[in-house]
């Protein structure tokens, strides 16, 4: 695996997404959706708190990168691609890592849109923006070593658009969780709460990113 | 390629000696928890149920471990006899797994109050429990015999962080579960020895019924591999 690969797969991924941006459009329309329609169950006073508006974004943003990821991998079944990027020397790493590139700049895209609407929507407050950003870009990073992998396992499997998720979150608990902990400290102005599941974010990111590239070439064999 | 095609293994010929070692360590262990053992100071009796909740918990963490060690060498040989272990032991965890949640909360009821809490012990094991109907769900979608035991495999050797996850939970975090009370850090049980002792004999029972049910599931596992493997050729 060079890093020349990764750049070669994210740039791609990029050029498909400018080309046809069903990925961003689906994910940040899916976030948009989520976010109005739980905030309407739970009720606008409940959706405001910033324990709550937090859960709210984060599950969003949890089943747009499954979403995002999903389609990803669509494109490169329809017309066979895949084949021709694994048959590559390192290309099933690369693969891996250039996916997850990829779904971590298209993600960050969606969680700004997403983040933007539920501040609007909800007029929530915010004490510590800094604070709040690198929990984001954490939490963001979290995403897609998790996701990209349980995708790559499910390729080419019936019913894998209900196996991903089924997959997915459970795994994503601990992501879920500290996302959740972390923005609700920045909203509520706990620096230290903040930083704290912020690191919690990271690690589990490096810990899945590591487990990812050790294991997908296996998996895509 | 699977290189080797499936055999019977040795360890399938020790069945009927499990299966009477299970029904006669049950029946002692069921005589020491219901008779010998003494009730609780402050549960009384209700504390009973700790002995088959505790015992089922074992199981599913040691199901989980063996699926872990069967994939990893899976991945190592190809050899499907491993690929039958993993499955066995998966259906096996997830049975207990899901007696150990409901086991828990039939003693949760007259203990906390309440059929279900959200505390970290119960909620991790709710996840622990999903985690691996994933994974025999994913088995089940995937035909090609090869394809869907090195993805099984893949997915059995992640799965496995949650077992710790589970174990320690009470110890991370602030937790109505009650702490370890046998495998502790420091080594020493907090449990009277009598109670300590029927606990050790329905976790000696269990793991000889596991033993039992692993070699039963294996066979069947093992058929079936030589079925779809003679159907292939």
Do not use: C
Request: aromatic share 8%; glycine share 6%; charged share 15%.
């Amino acid at each position: 695996m060079t890093l020349d690969r990764i750049r070669l797969i994210a740039a791609r991924e990029a050029r498909a997404e400018r080309g046809q941006p069903d990925g961003i459009v689906s994910a940040a329309t899916f976030v948009a959706t989520l976010i109005l329609v739980e905030s309407l169950a739970v009720g606008p006073l409940a959706a405001s708190q910033p324990a709550v508006a937090s859960a709210l974004f984060w599950i969003a943003m949890a089943f747009a990168a499954i979403l995002a990821t999903s389609r990803s991998f669509e494109r490169e079944l329809e017309d066979d691609a895949i084949d021709a990027v694994l048959a590559l020397p390192g290309g099933r790493d690369a693969l891996y890592a250039g996916k997850a590139v990829a779904l971590t700049a298209l993600m960050a895209l969606v969680a700004v849109a997403g983040g933007a609407l539920s501040l609007l929507l909800l007029s929530l407050d915010i004490a510590l923006p800094g604070h709040l950003a690198i929990v984001t870009v954490a939490g963001v990073l979290a995403l897609p070593p998790v996701v990209v992998l349980f995708v790559v396992l499910a390729l080419r499997l019936r019913s894998r658009g209900a196996l991903v998720p089924i997959l997915v979150l459970p795994v994503l608990v601990p992501q879920l969780v500290a996302a959740t902990n972390g923005t609700a400290a920045a909203m509520s102005g706990d620096m230290a709460g903040a930083f704290g599941w912020a690191g919690l974010l990271v690690a589990f990111a490096l810990v899945y990113s590591v487990l990812g590239l050790t294991i997908v070439a296996t998996a895509l064999e | 390629m699977i290189s080797t095609t499936a055999n019977r293994t040795s360890a399938l010929r020790a069945r009927p000696f499990l299966g009477a070692a299970s029904v006669i360590a049950l029946f002692v262990a069921l005589w020491m928890a219901l008779v010998w053992s003494p009730p609780d100071a402050a549960m009384g009796n209700v504390v009973r149920i700790l002995y088959v909740h505790v015992a089922n918990a074992w199981l599913a963490y040691l199901a989980f471990v063996v699926v872990f060690l069967a994939s990893v060498a899976y991945l190592w040989t190809k050899r499907p006899v491993f690929d039958a272990i993993a499955v066995a032991s998966a259906e096996i965890g997830v049975l207990f797994t899901g007696l150990t949640l409901v086991l828990g909360s039939i003693w949760a009821r007259p203990t906390w109050g309440v059929w279900w809490s959200w505390e970290p012990r119960v909620i991790t094991t709710a996840v622990m429990f999903a985690m691996y109907v994933g994974y025999l769900l994913l088995r089940n979608l995937s035909e090609d015999l090869e394809r869907r035991a090195t993805r099984a495999a893949i997915l059995g050797i992640v799965l496995v962080v949650d077992v710790p996850i589970v174990h320690l939970s009470v110890t991370w975090m602030n937790a109505l579960h009650q702490l370890p009370s046998v495998l502790r850090p420091d080594l020493s049980p907090t449990l009277d020895p009598a109670m300590l002792a029927s606990l050790i004999a329905m976790t000696i029972a269990f793991t000889f019924l596991y033993a039992y049910l692993m070699t039963a599931r294996v066979d069947i596992e093992q058929r079936r591999q030589a079925r779809l493997l003679a159907v292939r050729a």
